[in-house]
């Protein structure tokens, strides 16, 4: 178990930028698979980006090109890079982890051991 301590959100407009920062209390294992999720008011929680530490990201579709998602392991931090932001990616984002773990294409359905308490994200228009 690790803890994950989300930093970053805050309110921007349309077209925007903010950079969401995961810091991970202990890289325990070598390889895992970090996570960034959201969930807007009274919807589900969607997966947004993931990064397997061994190499290798993935996507969900509405944000590809805009967010990037990387790496720091020297500061054991995973960051989440957010460009061209636009009102419906407004949300709270949770940062996971699955440790000892690959990510895989269904990375979004799989089980994360390890939750953030998670940091608000406002776009308006």
């Known amino acids: 178990q690790v803890q994950l301590v989300e930093s970053g959100g805050g309110s921007v407009q349309a077209g925007g930028s903010l950079r969401l920062s995961c810091t991970v209390s202990t890289w325990r294992y070598i390889n895992n698979c970090m996570a960034w999720f959201r969930q807007a008011p009274g919807k589900e929680r969607e997966g947004v980006a993931a990064?397997?530490?061994?190499?290798?990201?993935y996507y969900l579709d509405s944000v590809k090109g805009r967010f990037t998602i990387s790496q720091d392991v020297a500061k054991n931090t995973v960051y989440l890079l957010m460009n061209s932001l636009k009102p419906e990616d407004t949300a709270k984002y949770y940062c996971?982890?699955?440790?000892?773990?690959?990510?895989?294409?269904?990375?979004?359905?799989?089980?994360?051991?390890?939750w953030g308490q998670g940091t608000e994200v406002t776009v308006s228009s």
């Open positions: 996971a982890a699955a440790l000892n773990s690959g990510c895989g294409s269904t990375w979004y359905s799989k089980s994360f051991g390890d």
């Open positions: 990064l397997y530490t061994g190499g290798g990201t």
